[in-house]
């Protein structure tokens, strides 16, 4: 990535160190609690915008990766395991730092696998199911994808619902703290609230980094190529088929671990993390954001979604995302913030990184 | 449509959401319109959304509850301030308002929220920023373990199955179905009625959950029919409470049918119709407040509730709206009673407060007990000619 | 044996409300190629409104106002969203149709509230049944069943023998052609629309009785019913009828083996099975669905 790709990234690092400076200043640290549940769906959504905008797939069922991440997580790290409560190999595990004994509510000893390895089988899990369902239901075009991923997501909300192990319609709740160590803790308490934001936006930074460097090179290309014309792509020798299974299997890691953290900072989830209307949520901020636009989705995805959880929008919460939606996408399909771009980048010719849909088809 | 006329509404539309944001900048603008005088009470309900016909007559009765009480002048010369936040039943969205109405807004007590899952997230928030919490949800863990600064209204659900098994020991039933909705309600129902079954001798032959949003239940009840039971259970919500009587009824059922408590509205008999004659189920008096004797002490609280909010909002009159009654008026009380607006006075007079009546039952609060009521909150209600009446002893 | 005939009463009365939500799918995808989401909310409405307007006036006339009030709604929003909006692309509409279904579903919520309510049934009431070897059936699932019929027969005579009818056909099997033999595609869509939301807004009334109607019931018919769209093959209106009941049926029978809280997951995994196995359904044909694609 060329040092001049790199400037935005630094101005927004920037940015938002001066917002926590001030906001701590004012002593109005609260604004930081949003920021921080604000930026892991942003991740969510950047994974989204690269599945979506860029290979142009629609997805209609992203939160029930964000909700395997985090149910898995969650269940993992609080359900008590008696088999290993004296058992000789479970002290192995302990030492590795696989499994890891608390005290709980009542003063018993609880033995659970740790965070660190539940976060890792749960990103295990998201992928194995992103494979299993990507690949028979990326070779669907159109409303037949669409259809295919609702359904799919429909039928882990449904999962989770039901059964009793994941805390059925009340969720999970009492999840431990995650220490990452160097001092970070993942938890919603004041005291962590300012190192909980740094590494929040910090990943998120990252994530944007690597997406930014994907969709500039030849993977991106390939990708765009897919999404203007896959008939054309393919007589190209591009391996279509490969290039959408990886973009969706990177969304929904991406997706899963976001709810992993989010739910050690929350200290629980519930299943309205993965219905439909959280998935179309996350599709009308990326529509909303312009599609192909990584930066319009992150910002779109953070001051909405702030909002949202700052209850701004009161009883119409959910009728102002659709009608966000529906205005944007009428209006400026490419997202409020192209106009911008364009005007910021004239006389410097086309750019990659923005697709145009209008000369797409189907 | 020009772009240069589009730019511009696009930039203003966002920079009217940014208002809100930009107050971050100007933090010291901040108005000076926290009254001085005034006592600030949050409220998380789940006004809209999956669980709607619990918070939206939560947060009518609140609001009608605070506009009586400050045109009265106030509680100790206090005026109450509501903030009421809708949470939709969602989690994370509860976590956020209460974090909000604790740093923020620095309310002295919330009330509320309407579920169970919502009322145990923020549970441990509440207990370790000392914020009292009164909530609207039922579940038992919500009180056990008992925390200091977390209460609840609404009444055991293992009270309500100890009236319906008693009822049917009675009645000589042993086999029964039980079918459940896959709420939060209707699971911690069926916990309980797992639990006590073996307790009343009562063998639960067939058990569903089905999910709230049904059409129809007949292949359910089918299964059910064919496990000749002598007695059905439904523990959910609407719309299922009248789908069930009715296709009972449709499919030729004649057993009988009990509900739970979340059968509290006589709307719910109306859908039933002619089906829902001769429902049994449990209930708090408000809704058989005729056939309370007069001097019975719940009856005058009752009917002033009663009176008042079908009178300004035109709709029957709920338990549910009921419990947020209840949390108000006791964190109401607390503040007469210590005198102060200091959390921990409050707090320590709700712990103590013996003999509050309210429209779930009187409650006693105490160290151990931070829900209240006992069994003698409820009555056993059945339908009889499109309304409630107490059920008969036979 | 009685009790496998009450299975298959119970599926059929589920699977006919899915069947009218199918093929309003149906006629809209027909004729304009976009996957109407909002096709949920029109059948909500329809119940809605005829409760509101049975409250003063007599029930088949809030009916039929009901219907007709929601069929121009289902004109206005293409003249309004879809008009103007021609070049986008697929993902574009169904994502505008996604908002639609949700500014509705909000506005349903405001306009009236959050309860449950329902239309007085036909015929009978609420305990009546009819008995038929051994198993009961409600009343109410006969006229849900008529109404089913009398749209297929009248919506295939309205394609077959009517000028309009024809005229529509024309631009679901190419455009373009149609366009240049004179036929204004944009007041074809436009109908196509309003005879859809009329569809779904008489369903949402014969439903009423049975299953109520509440300001969030759109949703959960409209996945069902794209399930049964997609399962009969889209382009075929008496393949959604096909596809709508055997959904049902699934679902009923579903309860013998599987605890009734995985029922709903029954019909998406039919909905994914058929998608990866035949995506064009059992009667659909691939010839159709790629015809439409060269031709948009």
Redesign the interface.
């Known amino acids: 990535m060329t040092r001049r790709a790199l400037i935005p990234v630094a101005v927004l690092a920037a940015i938002l160190a001066g ?1 926590q400076l ?2 701590s200043a ?3 640290d ?2 930081l ?2 920021l921080i ?1 604000s930026a892991y769906y942003a991740i969510v959504v950047m994974g989204l915008c690269l599945v979506m905008g860029y290979a142009g797939q629609i997805s209609l069922g992203h939160a029930a990766f964000f909700a395997i991440g985090g149910y898995t997580s969650a269940a993992l790290t609080t359900r008590n395991i008696p088999a290993a409560h004296d058992a000789a190999w479970s002290g192995v595990l302990r030492s590795a730092g696989l499994l890891w004994a608390r005290p709980d ?2 003063g018993e000893t609880l033995v659970t696998v740790s965070p660190w390895a539940a976060f890792v089988l749960a990103i295990a899990l998201a992928v194995l199911v992103a494979l299993l369902i990507g690949w028979p239901a990326l070779r669907l075009k159109g409303h037949y994808l669409a259809m295919g991923t609702l359904g799919f997501g429909l039928i882990v909300y449904r999962i989770v ?2 059964t ?1 192990f994941l ?5 999970i ?2 999840v431990p703290p995650w220490e990452i160590g160097l001092g970070i803790v993942i938890s ?2 004041k005291a962590f609230r300012v190192v909980n934001y740094y590494f929040a936006w910090g990943l998120v930074l990252l994530v944007l980094l690597l997406l930014l460097n994907l969709v500039h090179s030849r993977v991106g290309r390939a990708l765009r190529s897919i999404h203007g014309g896959e008939q054309a792509a393919n007589a190209m020798g591009v391996n279509t088929a490969g290039y959408k299974l990886k973009a969706f299997v990177l969304s929904a890691a991406l997706a899963a671990a976001a709810g992993c953290f ?1 739910t050690h900072y ?5 299943p ?2 993965a219905g439909a209307l959280k998935s179309v949520r996350y599709v009308a901020l990326v529509a909303a954001g312009g599609m192909a636009n990584l930066w319009g989705v992150l910002f779109i995805s953070t ?1 909405l979604n ?7 929008f ?2 119409f ?2 009728a102002a995302f659709g009608i966000i939606l529906i205005a944007i996408i009428s ?2 399909p490419e997202g ?1 913030l192209a ?2 771009g364009r005007w910021l980048r004239r006389g410097r010719g086309p750019q990659p990184g923005t697709v145009r849909d209008d000369d797409t088809q189907g | ?1 020009k ?1 240069w006329v ?2 511009p509404a ?1 930039v203003v ?2 920079s009217a ?2 208002c ?2 930009s107050s ?2 100007w ?2 603008s901040r108005k000076a319109e926290e009254k001085a005088e005034s006592v600030k009470i949050g409220a998380i309900f789940a ?2 959304g ?1 669980a ?2 619990l918070g ?1 007559p939560e947060a009518k009765t609140a609001e009608m509850l605070v506009e009586k009480i400050n045109a009265a002048g106030g509680v100790n010369g206090h005026k109450i301030e509501l903030i009421v ?2 949470s ?6 509860a ?3 209460c ?2 109405l604790i ?2 807004d620095k309310v002295l007590a919330i009330i509320g929220p309407s ?4 009322t ?2 923020i ?3 509440c207990e ?1 920023e000392k914020m009292i919490l009164v909530s609207c949800a039922a ?1 038992e863990v919500i009180v056990n ?1 008992v925390a200091k600064y977390v209460f609840k209204t609404p009444q055991k659900d293992s009270q309500a199955v100890t009236w319906i098994y008693q009822t049917m020991k009675d009645m000589g039933i042993s086999k029964i179905a039980v079918l459940s909705g ?7 129902g069926k916990k309980q009625l797992e639990t006590m079954a073996p307790d009343f001798g009562i063998n639960i032959a067939v058990n ?4 709230k ?4 239940l ?3 009840l ?2 059910v ?2 496990g000749e039971v002598q007695a059905v259970v439904n523990w959910s919500i ?2 299922a409470q ?2 069930v ?2 296709n009972m ?4 059922m004649d057993a009988p049918l009990f509900q739970s408590h979340g059968f509290g509205n006589l ?1 719910y008999v109306e ?6 004659e001769g429902i049994l189920f449990p209930c708090g008096r408000l809704l058989a407040i005729d056939v309370l004797p007069d001097d019975h002490p719940q009856k005058a609280v009752l009917a002033k509730y009663k009176k008042d909010y079908e009178g300004k909002y035109n ?1 029957p009159v709920s338990t549910f709206g009921g419990h947020a009654y209840d949390a108000l008026m006791i964190v109401v009380k607390a503040i007469e009673n210590a005198g102060s607006t200091d959390r921990e006075k409050v707090r320590d007079a709700i712990e103590s407060m013996k003999g509050f009546v309210g429209t779930g039952g009187t409650f006693n609060f105490s160290a151990e007990d931070h829900n209240g009521l006992d069994l003698g909150a409820f009555e056993m209600l059945t339908v009889k000619d499109g309304k409630f009446v107490l059920m008969e002893k036979k | 044996m009685s ?1 496998i005939l ?2 298959v ?3 059929l ?2 699977g006919s ?1 899915y069947a009218v939500v199918a093929i309003g799918f149906n006629l809209i995808y027909s004729t304009t190629g976009i996957i109407n989401f909002a096709q949920g909310e029109f059948v909500m409405l329809g119940g809605m409104t005829a409760v509101s307007l049975s409250l003063f006036m007599p029930l088949p006339i809030s009916i039929m106002i009901a219907v007709l009030v929601v069929a121009v709604c289902g004109g206005v929003l293409e003249i309004v969203f879809f008009r103007r909006l021609r070049s986008h692309s697929v993902l574009h509409m169904i994502i505008i149709t996604i908002g639609l279904s949700i500014v509705i579903r909000e506005a349903a ?1 405001h306009i009236w ?6 239309l007085p049934y036909f015929t009978g ?5 009819v ?1 038929l070897l051994g ?4 009343p109410q699932v006969f006229w849900v069943l008529g109404a089913v019929a009398v749209v297929v027969a009248a919506l295939h005579c309205f394609l077959r023998y009517t000028l309009w009818g024809k005229a529509m056909r024309a631009c679901s099997s190419n455009p373009i052609a149609a366009a240049l033999a004179g036929i204004n595609t944009s007041n074809m869509r436009t109908l196509s629309f309003a005879v859809s939301a009329g569809i779904g807004a008489l369903a949402g009334c014969m ?1 009423s009785p ?3 109607s ?1 300001y ?2 759109g949703t ?1 018919l409209a996945i069902k019913g794209f399930a049964a769209a997609i399962l009969g093959g889209l382009g075929n209106p008496m393949a959604a009828v096909f596809g709508g009941l055997a959904v049902g049926l699934a ?3 579903s ?2 083996r599987l ?3 995985y ?2 997951a029954t019909a998406f995994a039919i909905l994914l099975l058929a998608l990866f196995v035949r995506p064009h359904g059992l009667f659909g044909s691939r010839a159709a669905d790629e015809a439409r694609e060269i031709a948009e």
């Not at chain 1, 805390?167 to 969720?171: E, R, V």
């Not at chain 1, 929350?266 to 519930?270: C, D, E, H, L």
């Open positions: 917002i001030a906001v004012a002593g109005r609260y604004y609690t949003q549940m509510l009542y619902l039901g009793e805390g059925a319609a009340d969720g709740t009492g919603e308490r989010l929350n200290r629980g989830i519930g309205s993390e001051l702030f909002l949202s959880l700052r209850g701004f009161g009883t919460d959910h209006l400026t409020p106009p911008v | 449509m772009r589009l730019v696009v539309l966002a959401c940014l809100p944001v971050l900048a933090p010291w006004v809209t999956p709607s016909f939206a936040k809708d939709g039943a969602s989690p994370e969205k976590v956020s308002f974090k909000q740093e923020e579920t169970s899952g919502e145990m997230q549970k441990p928030i370790e579940a373990p896959n709420t939060g309600f209707g699971q911690a569903e959950v089905y999910d949003g049904a059409t129809d007949t292949d359910i089918t299964k029919k064919a609407v719309p009248s789908i009587a009715k009824k449709q499919i030729g709307k859908q039933a119709g002619e089906a829902a709709e | 009790q009450q299975y009463f119970s599926g009365t589920t409300i919520l509230d959050e309860k449950v309510r329902s009431n609420e305990c009546s049944s008995k198993a009961a059936i409600s439903i049975i299953s109520m509440r969030d019931m959960g679902e009923a029978f309860v013998i605890p009734a809280a029922k709903d």
